[in-house]
């Protein structure tokens, strides 16, 4: 009996719509995309409007017989890959690839932005032909990928060295965390004191509190860039006289963070939870495709991760509203649905905000069901878009301003302020991460008015040094390439790999380092192929690739407009960039002929080469000693790379001794065993051997 023929991406997507569809249908899993451009040719003709030519890759060969197949005893066929760019190219793909004929069997594309049994029916009932829109705009970003990558990379081969390779927005990124590598080199700390007085009311001896200085009494910013400025300010304030110059006070209400979109939801994982964008990104899709849950079956247990929008559909909104009301009461909710503004210009509001399709199904409900780090990513999808919809949570804030007098004329003021929750609304459920620059101090303060004098008990002033910007971690990486403009939800994950992977960059204690080679490949990209490595021309590209798929542009003239500049840089860097020898002599001896070894940069990283190659190939490994001894035997730790290009620390003596460690250590001992201090991806100094956990800060005040 023919069937309906539905075709989706992933074999685990194909058993969650098998479950709900039944019997009557077929489903196949094109395993991705079955055409692409070939691997080793550029796949391209430009001189005919820029035509791809595409290819069944080998592996694929066998999934289109299959499809093919089923076409053939099927009444009508479905196309139910992801509802993007991506998934609506593959769909056309798919067409051509399997050569499905519409005049012999119907063709739909349906499109279900969660896979559950409501959405899958919903989409049946609507379904429409394919967006070309979308397909010409997934084609023109492929091709303009393809032009840069297969026509930049040979260059850097013949000037740099084999195996490299650049990106029209891998380049990008690299040059984000170069950049900044470079002003943090160049950064000149500047000395300047803060000082705190303690006080306390009269009346209340007890109830001391600090007070920070803020200004002159006039008003002027004080500048106390010494510690003879800061002695001097200090012995002012211990003859003054303090008074309450004036009190305000207030009620805040902290408003919740819109549901996730894919960039927010990459931060937030990595923050809260130290998930690589990538590791989130396939966990995200594990819970998208359906999980089985016991009795309940299998069901996709959160919407669509790839989007750039926080619209929610409006049932879901009631669902969870009724949810807040019946499980933490009417005070937790407020009088009206609370709608969140586009997340960016490009969002697409047919798109949803990621949430779990069914907010009743809570996380310790569905938790033997779910490995740990499925759970903990459904905790924090569920928590976030349960939160979005509470109550604001209320403050009581107390800004207090202090005079302190010596003369009629001089005087200075200070400032003291406190917060108090009144009311946890949403934070009952989830509190956003903030960064350690947004982290707000706040003091207890004694019951004051206007007028009261205080009494003084000590100044306390503190050096402090300007500091340079922070280096990127995944997090701010993300949240840098998406308030440029630069790439979209599905390149984030794979742009953070690429870069590693390339050798471009490494992770240390959680932040991003430039390799040389990277350096090295940015100054060139720079200097020779500057709109390549232009953040804003890049984000410019994104916004045109977004016009297409709205059938505002034509795909051919955007390729026209990037490829002839394109082309003429290329002509001209081919003569004027000069070799670049990366090798470096050092003073390590080849053990086999006794020349030289020097300093080559490979695939993973540094390694050591004999000078007489090739007529001697004998290698070494490259390492960085870090002044710290093995707890296990004594002999010295060293900096290492693995094959994916990350940092970690092994023993010197390896084979032999196999401790490694991929936390940083640190040279001083702990301070209650004396074992080795490793610090963590929270900046905390942590032992390898007993409990011992402090802050770094804490850790060099004790010296």
Not at 26 to 34: C, D, E, N, P, Y
Not at 169 to 175: H, I, K, L, P, Y
Not at 349 to 367: G, N
Request: charged fraction near 25%; charge should be positive.
């Amino acid at each position: 009996m023919a069937q309906k023929l539905v075709i989706v991406e992933s074999p685990a997507k194909a058993r969650t719509l098998n479950k709900i569809l039944g019997r009557s249908y077929t489903i196949k899993a094109s395993l991705g995309h079955v055409r692409d451009l070939p691997r080793k040719s550029l796949g391209v003709n430009i001189d005919k409007d820029f035509t791809p030519k595409y290819v069944i890759p080998q592996g694929k060969r066998k999934v289109i017989r299959g499809i093919k197949e089923a076409a053939s005893k099927a009444n009508s066929i479905y196309l139910a890959t992801d509802p993007d760019r991506e998934g609506e190219a593959i769909s056309w793909h798919l067409v051509a690839a399997a050569k499905l004929d519409e005049a012999k069997v119907p063709i739909h594309r349906i499109v279900f932005h969660e896979i559950t049994k409501e959405a899958v029916e919903k989409a049946f009932k609507h379904p429409h032909s394919i967006d070309m829109n979308l397909v010409t705009a997934q084609q023109a970003r492929r091709i303009l990928d393809r032009l840069v990558g297969y026509k930049l990379s040979p260059l850097l081969w013949r000037k740099v060295q084999r195996g490299l390779s650049a990106g029209r927005v891998q380049s990008v990124a690299v040059r984000i965390i170069v950049d900044r590598e470079q002003e943090i080199q160049v950064f000149n700390p500047k000395e300047y004191w803060t000082i705190e007085v303690a006080l306390a009311p009269l009346e209340e001896q007890e109830a001391k509190f600090r007070a920070k200085l803020v200004a002159s009494a006039a008003g002027t910013k004080l500048n106390i860039s010494d510690e003879n400025k800061a002695t001097k300010i200090a012995a002012d304030l211990e003859k003054a006289n303090y008074i309450v110059k004036s009190i305000q006070r207030k009620q805040v209400a902290r408003q919740p963070a819109p549901p996730f979109i894919t960039s927010t939801l990459q931060q937030e994982a990595w923050r809260k939870l130290h998930f690589t964008a990538k590791h989130t990104m396939a966990v995200a899709q594990q819970l998208y495709e359906g999980l089985p849950l016991g009795k309940e079956g299998s069901m996709g247990l959160i919407t669509y991760m790839r989007t750039d929008s926080t619209h929610v559909a409006a049932p879901a909104i009631v669902e969870v509203r009724d949810f807040i009301a019946k499980k933490y009461g009417e005070d937790f909710l407020p009088p009206k649905p609370r709608v969140f503004a586009k997340k960016a210009k490009w969002a697409q509001e047919a798109h949803e905000a990621i949430r779990p399709t069914k907010i009743y199904r809570e996380p310790e409900q569905i938790k033997p069901f779910l490995n740990p780090a499925q759970l903990k990513l459904y905790e924090l999808i569920w928590r976030r878009m349960v939160a979005s919809q509470m109550s604001p949570a209320l403050y009581a804030t107390t800004n207090i301003e202090i005079q302190a007098s010596l003369t009629r004329q001089k005087g200075y003021l200070l400032k003291a302020s406190s917060s108090v929750v009144k009311f946890p609304g949403f934070m009952t459920v989830y509190s956003e991460s903030k960064d350690e620059d947004e982290q707000e101090g706040f003091v207890f303060l004694p019951e004051l008015k206007a007028d009261d004098r205080l009494s003084y008990w000590g100044a306390f002033p503190e050096q402090h040094f300007t500091q340079p910007p922070p280096r990127y971690t995944e997090a701010s990486l993300i949240k840098a390439l998406e308030q440029r403009g630069i790439g979209r939800p599905s390149t984030y994950a794979p742009i953070l790999s690429i870069i590693q992977d390339r050798n471009y960059v490494y992770k240390s204690d959680g932040k991003f380092y430039p390799h040389e080679l990277g350096v090295i490949v940015n100054t060139i990209l720079k200097e020779h192929f500057p709109k390549i490595v232009d953040l804003g021309f890049t984000a410019q590209m994104e916004e045109q690739l977004d016009e297409i798929a709205q059938g505002k542009q034509e795909w051919i003239l955007l390729l026209r407009g990037f490829y002839s500049p394109f082309e003429d840089m290329l002509h001209k860097a081919s003569s004027n960039i000069s070799k670049v020898d990366m090798s470096k002599t050092t003073d390590e001896t080849c053990p086999n002929c006794g020349r030289p070894m020097v300093i080559k940069v490979g695939r993973f990283g540094k390694f050591l080469a004999c000078s007489g190659y090739p007529e001697c190939k004998t290698t070494m490994p490259f390492v960085v000693k870090v002044g710290v001894p093995c707890p296990q035997c004594g002999g010295e730790l060293v900096q290492k790379l693995n094959k994916r290009g990350q940092v970690f620390y092994g023993c010197s003596n390896f084979p032999q001794c196999r401790f490694a460690t991929s936390y940083k250590p640190l040279s001083q001992p702990c301070p209650e065993c004396g074992k080795l201090l490793v610090l963590d991806r929270d900046g905390r100094a942590k032992c390898t051997a007993c409990q011992y956990k402090v802050k770094l800060a804490e850790l060099e005040s004790k010296k």
